[in-house]
């Protein structure tokens, strides 16, 4: 006697990780990415892609996020190539970054335009700054939820934190250049994360 398929738990295919289905799918998504980054994409980057898309876990998201930040160019720009050409190739680094440009591109020119009329108005200033304040909260936001990743690091917690304050000091209160603390820090985090994972 046959028995019907048994369907998994919903918490179990909820778990599942997902890909995009096709290079429109890329360029539909980072396209509607792009839209909602006014003030700071990082925390739309992660909510999209690890929590809603499911295209990557936290620790996927650090590891792609990490190499895109040290790369030339818009780290965002970075991340869509590198997601783009994972799955489809060419085609899709280019859809994905398409979908970033192309209708941005639209809006960003005929936010200037606006912008040129109306820059004079204290109205616009006061937007402006609070914009600044909601990008810098939404990256200290995104920053906590990705904690749960780093937790599970192999260098362990207390070693992150200090390589994450080592980072913060020399860049946002020395202001030093981002190269010599990716050549500093950087490199020990890669040294010493590899001599972990060696066996």
């Known amino acids: ?24 799918d890329l360029f539909l998504s980072f396209t509607w990415l792009a839209l909602q980054g006014f003030g700071g994409v990082l925390g739309v980057v992660q909510r999209e892609l690890v929590e809603k898309k499911r ?24 991340l869509g190539v590198m997601i783009g050409d994972r799955y489809f190739g060419l085609r899709g680094a280019l859809a994905a970054s398409i979908g970033l440009l192309a209708v941005p591109l639209l809006v960003v020119l005929a936010l200037a335009l606006a912008y040129a009329q109306y820059a004079d108005h204290p109205a616009v200033g006061g937007a402006l700054r609070g914009m600044g304040a909601v990008a810098a909260g939404l990256i200290c936001a995104t920053g906590l939820r990705l904690l749960k990743a780093v937790r599970r690091h192999v260098m362990g917690i207390a070693l992150c934190v200090v390589l994450g304050v080592l980072t913060f000091v020399p860049i946002a209160l020395l202001h030093w250049p981002l190269i ?17 994972l060696s066996p």
């Open 180 to 196: 010599y603390v990716l050549l500093s820090v950087g490199v020990a985090a890669c040294v010493q994360t590899y001599r972990k």
């Open 55 to 78: 295209w990557l876990t936290n620790e996927e998201f650090l590891e792609d996020w990490a190499v895109a930040q040290i790369m030339p160019g818009p780290n965002v720009l970075n």
């Open 1 to 24: 006697m046959s028995s019907l398929p048994s369907t998994p738990p919903a918490s179990a295919s909820a778990s599942v990780p997902r890909q995009p289905q096709s290079p429109t």
